[in-house]
């Protein structure tokens, strides 16, 4: 029984940049976790990447 040993499937991906990055404007960091967001850096008010957006909205969801 032949068990594959595929070192690069387990690997963990490096930070994963908005769709179109390289050649988009500057994207605004998340107030959170300084990852670049979605959104481009003129975006005002706090800016959350969607980790941070969907880690937030399920505290909101459950503290009421």
Do not use: F, H, N
């Amino acid at each position: 029984m032949g068990v594959d040993t595929d070192d690069t499937y387990c690997a963990t991906p490096g930070p994963i940049a908005p769709a179109g990055a390289a050649e988009g404007p500057p994207y605004a960091e998340c107030v959170l976790c300084r990852e670049p967001t979605e959104y481009p850096e003129s975006t005002k008010g706090a800016t959350l990447c969607p980790v941070c957006a969907w880690q937030e909205a399920g505290r909101t969801a459950c503290s009421g």
